[in-house]
């Protein structure tokens, strides 16, 4: 989607704003949000990428003057939504529906650091062909889904150069829709300065991206 | 689905107490939500918090704990300590260049959003810097979760198309010998920058090193302390 959040190249958004000996949260109900969306994702109702695109959703006026973890709520309710773990109803009357049933067990405390070593890995053990070779030359293509991508608009219809295989990855494109994961091999892909933004930059200096094999073609 | 989520996207900036006009189409679901839903986000978290627990989707204490985990068990004290161990062991940082994940599990720093590590190196010649342009990916078990400046649309968009110009802002001046690299994360893989040995620090332990490593030096947007410094 060619959405505010991707940024990427944009300009006037003003300086960069360091803020010394910053806490980890500035409020505590930020640290709630946090956890709820970690104890949440642990029922694997949903995925990262559907997380991203539930956030992606919000509409471009208030993404932009929302806080970060407001859109973490608002992602997290959205998300619960989709997957009928809540109805609109409770959101708004806080309580359960009369006659639902319990879901349990949740993340317990004892869990959570089982929870937390194992991580959610994006790798998956298939045999996808690469597409592409380290040290190939590359075009991204120039594509505009109105759905969830991670090929950011600055970096499309551009050519680079594979630095790295990654290996097999879930590609999000097609499993923030819940359309399944199609993993497919990941590179790192780098872009001359120049390619990008033309030849006020740098031509020293470059910009790597982790591109999957869907958003490449031979250059 | 796509509707009930939209709808209430649509209505989450107003609920939130954002000044945001409501779409036409939703005016009046949008006045109904504001009425429903408490305006203050301490209030609103609290009552999702209370749903889910009487819902048996969370349980307190798992989010107590992982309160605690966010600001106690994970943050730039691990990232330094691998720092400082690829600074004083040569085998150690050839093994975290080549893999990452191995040489990050070997001193416990594994978990959520640090499955799939790359560390980069800077050195007199390259200067790493790393951004997530699409959204906020950072490592979290090295570097804890990101601070807000990382996460803004001003370090966001312009890190990938003026490095020079924000890395100057941000108190790093290169060289025009420097070459600059950008990773922009925008897959599964977090990036840590190895920061570039500070001179006069030969002899030093590996506690005494670690100390010179700020958060900045592993995100490359700064570098590490000379020694006597202080962040």
């Known amino acids: 989607m060619n959405g505010v959040h991707d940024v990427g190249g944009m300009q006037d958004f003003g300086p960069i704003r360091p803020e010394p000996n910053e806490p980890v949260f500035h409020a505590t109900w930020e640290g709630r949000v946090m956890a709820m969306n970690m104890a949440v994702a642990a029922w694997r109702k949903f995925a990262t990428d559907n997380r991203r695109y539930a956030r992606e959703l919000i509409p471009p006026a208030q993404q932009l003057v929302m806080s970060y973890y407001e859109k973490w709520y608002a992602g997290l309710v959205a998300n619960m939504l989709d997957a009928k773990m809540v109805t609109r109803d409770e959101i708004e009357s806080g309580k359960p529906a009369p006659g639902t049933p319990r879901l349990t067990p949740p993340l317990s405390a004892a869990g959570v650091p089982a929870f937390w070593e194992k991580g959610a890995p994006k790798t998956r053990d298939v045999d996808a062909k690469a597409r592409f070779r380290v040290g190939q030359r590359v075009r991204t293509l120039n594509i505009n889904p109105p759905t969830h991508t991670r090929l950011p608009r600055y970096a499309r219809d551009k050519a680079g150069i594979v630095e790295r295989d990654h290996g097999v990855y879930v590609f999000p494109d097609t499993n923030a829709l819940s359309l399944g994961e199609k993993p497919q091999h990941l590179y790192s892909v780098r872009f001359g300065a120049r390619e990008l933004w033309g030849d006020a930059a740098s031509a020293r200096d470059s910009v790597f991206l982790d591109l999957w094999d869907d958003y490449l073609e031979p250059a | ?231």
């Not at chain 2, 001193?107 to 190196?121: A, I, K, N, R, S």
């Not at chain 2, 010998?177 to 006069?200: F, K, N």
């Open chain 2, 1 to 231: 689905m796509q509707t009930t989520r939209r709808d209430f996207l649509a209505t989450a900036g107003a609920a939130a107490g954002v000044a945001a006009a409501p779409s036409t189409a939703h005016a009046d679901e949008a006045d109904h939500d504001r009425q429903a839903v408490p305006s203050d986000p301490t209030l609103r978290v609290k009552a999702l918090e209370s749903l889910l627990v009487e819902k048996g989707l969370v349980d307190r204490a798992a989010l107590d704990a992982l309160v605690d985990l966010f600001e106690h068990k994970i943050g730039p004290r691990n990232g330094a300590r691998v720092v400082a161990r690829a600074w004083a062991d040569p085998d150690y940082k050839r093994r975290l260049l080549a893999d990452a994940n191995g040489a990050i599990a070997e001193l416990g720093y594994t978990g959520q959003q640090g499955e799939h590590m790359v560390v980069v190196e800077n050195t007199p010649g390259v200067h790493n810097v790393v951004v997530c342009t699409l959204c906020s990916c950072y490592p979290w078990p090295t570097l804890g979760l990101p601070p807000v400046w990382y996460k803004s649309a001003a370090y966001r968009s312009r890190a990938v198309i003026d490095p020079r110009g924000v890395l100057k802002e941000l108190g790093v001046e290169l060289s025009e010998d420097v070459e600059v690299r950008v990773w922009d994360s925008t897959a599964e893989i977090r990036y840590l920058v190895l920061p570039e040995r500070p001179a006069g620090t030969e002899g030093m332990t590996e506690d005494a090193l670690a100390a010179l490593v700020t958060r900045d030096s592993m995100i490359g947007t700064g570098h590490a302390l000379a020694p006597g410094a202080r962040a």
